[in-house]
């Protein structure tokens, strides 16, 4: 059973930077994919970005295009550096696990969820 623990959220101001961490375990390092997900307050739950076992393959959302990088620091940790930050950014942020091989923009393919770390970007 693949677990996932987050942190690294906090209160920012507009502009600044946050690099939350997604901690994984129960796999090996070669058979999951992981994705950042962003829920605002009343809002649906929206992809984020997302980085492939495959070298190379990554998503992310056009909002964060430019801004936010995700990227593997090991084996079990996935981290997202948000640049940039702007008020829209605000939401809890889950961190996500699949082990299809399918596109990682396909919403529906992760089926394993942290509890999330809040981001919170103040103006």
């Known amino acids: 059973q693949v677990q996932l623990a987050e942190s690294g959220g906090g209160l920012v101001q507009v502009g600044d930077s946050l690099r939350p961490s997604c901690v994984s375990s129960g796999h090996t390092f070669s058979d999951i994919s992981i994705a950042w997900f962003r829920q605002a307050p009343g809002k649906e739950r929206d992809l984020v970005a997302a980085?492939?076992?495959?070298?190379?393959?990554y998503y992310y959302a056009d909002s964060v295009k430019g801004r936010f990088t995700i990227s593997r620091d090991n084996a079990n940790m996935v981290n997202l550096q948000m640049n940039g930050l702007k008020s829209e950014d605000t939401g809890v942020y889950y961190c996500?696990?699949?082990?299809?091989?399918?596109?990682?923009?396909?919403?529906?393919?992760?089926?394993?969820w942290g509890q999330g770390t809040q981001v919170t970007v103040s103006s």
């Open positions: 980085i492939s076992w495959r070298p190379g393959n």
């Open positions: 996500a696990a699949t082990r299809s091989g399918a596109s990682l923009g396909r919403v529906g393919i992760y089926d394993y």
